[in-house]
């Protein structure tokens, strides 16, 4: 499966954003989806993924109560929005799929992922 996510852009604190991550070339309600980020001199990290169905999700602590990922497999789409953000949700987002029927918070979890959409908060 290809994934293009997008929808990056530069904000200031407090602002919202939404990233959207489209899929081709598989049954995307096959899939578990998810979002990483990468800031500058940073390891990826775990921002949320959300289970084939919709039914669960799961959020990093740091973003818990002002992110939210939803999905809409009628359009191959995945969704995070992103509220009450701050300078340090600057990163570059990706994207990710996992064929597995459970839920990570490892980027070991998933074999396929989008080419990064970035996101620049300012204070």
């Known amino acids: 499966v290809q994934l293009q996510a997008f929808g990056g852009g530069l904000v200031q604190a407090g602002d919202s954003l939404r990233l959207s991550c489209t899929a081709s070339g598989g049954i995307f309600s096959h899939y578990v989806m998810a979002w990483f980020r990468q800031a500058p001199g940073k390891e990826r990290e775990f921002v949320a993924t959300?289970?084939?169905?919709?039914?669960?999700?799961n959020y990093a602590d740091s973003v818990k109560g002002r992110f939210t990922i939803s999905r809409d497999n009628t359009k191959n789409t995945v969704y995070l929005q992103m509220n009450i953000l701050k300078p340090e949700d600057t990163a570059l987002y990706y994207c990710?799929?996992?064929?597995?029927?459970?839920?990570?918070?490892?980027?070991?979890?998933?074999?396929?992922w989008g080419q990064g959409t970035e996101v620049t908060v300012s204070s």
């Open positions: 990710a799929a996992s064929s597995a029927p459970y839920l990570s918070t490892s980027a070991q979890g998933y074999g396929y």
């Open positions: 959300i289970n084939k169905s919709a039914v669960r999700k």
